[in-house]
């Protein structure tokens, strides 16, 4: 045991003040081992939300706008395959035309034509309705333009006769026939029109009949 009487030293001190330490150590970790430790998770963005809302809304519109797109690829793609079946004997039936027109020529000019020639002018008035007829199996119409207004979407004036009998701009005579392909003009039809009449639509014209005049009686 140390003697009171003696000097004290830093030595001294310590030793003393160690169980002192120990003491309150002690009472520190007691005093821990009663509080639960926080547990802490790491806090989402606040607009984390938001954002993946914006991407959703971008996605949606993207898939829209491809849909709209393939959907208008598909409708041009099946109306230019329409067009295509439509209209691929245009050139050939373009060819076939001059056929028509030199047999309709042979039947004007068969006019003074004997009784030994009335079978061949038979002939060729069956091969012009057969030629009609197939023509018009594969949409090709003839124009049948007389007696109607003229309209220079299908037709082509070669003169003008005067004929105050008809409205002015009708159709009196038809040169060379025109053909239509479907709804598109194959040859505009040649045609001559009636000047010097009442004007259309006046209260002297005769009521106008339809346009162009597709002939399908053939």
């Known amino acids: 045991?140390?003697?009171?009487?003696?000097?004290?030293?830093?030595?001294?001190?310590?030793?003393?003040?160690?169980?002192?330490?120990?003491a309150a150590a002690t009472d520190e970790q007691r005093a821990d081992g009663t509080?639960?430790?926080?547990?802490?998770?790491?806090?989402?963005?606040?607009?984390?939300?938001?954002?993946?809302?914006a991407a959703v809304a971008d996605l949606r519109d993207r898939f829209l706008r491809s849909h709209a797109e393939m959907e208008n690829l598909r409708r041009?793609?099946?109306?230019?395959?329409?067009?295509a079946r439509k209209y691929a004997l245009t050139a050939f039936a373009r060819d076939l035309?001059?056929?028509?027109?030199?047999?309709?020529?042979?039947?004007?000019?068969?006019?003074?034509?004997?009784?030994?020639?009335?079978?061949?002018?038979?002939?060729?008035?069956?091969?012009?309705?057969e030629l009609l007829k197939t023509l018009d199996k594969h949409g090709v119409a003839k124009l049948d333009p007389k007696g109607?207004?003229?309209?220079?979407?299908?037709?082509?004036?070669?003169?003008?006769?005067?004929?105050?009998?008809?409205?002015?701009?009708?159709?009196?005579?038809?040169?060379?026939?025109?053909y239509v392909i479907g709804d598109r003009l194959l040859r505009p039809a040649m045609v001559?029109?009636?000047?010097?009449?009442?004007?259309?639509?006046s209260a002297e014209a005769a009521p106008a009949e339809p346009k162009a005049g597709v002939d399908r009686t053939a």
């Open 76 to 83: 041009r793609t099946e109306r230019e395959v329409q067009d």
């Open 192 to 201: 001559g029109v009636a000047r010097g009449g009442p004007k259309p639509g």
């Open 35 to 53: 509080v639960e430790p926080e547990v802490t998770e790491p806090a989402a963005p606040a607009d984390r939300t938001a954002e993946l809302e």
């Open 1 to 22: 045991m140390p003697d009171p009487t003696s000097p004290r030293t830093p030595e001294t001190e310590t030793a003393d003040e160690a169980p002192t330490n120990a």
């Open 97 to 129: 035309l001059s056929v028509a027109d030199n047999l309709r020529r042979t039947l004007e000019s068969s006019g003074s034509a004997g009784e030994a020639a009335k079978p061949l002018v038979e002939g060729v008035e069956l091969t012009e309705r």
């Open 148 to 178: 109607q207004p003229f309209d220079p979407n299908f037709h082509q004036a070669m003169f003008e006769a005067p004929d105050p009998s008809v409205p002015n701009g009708t159709v009196v005579q038809v040169v060379q026939d025109g």
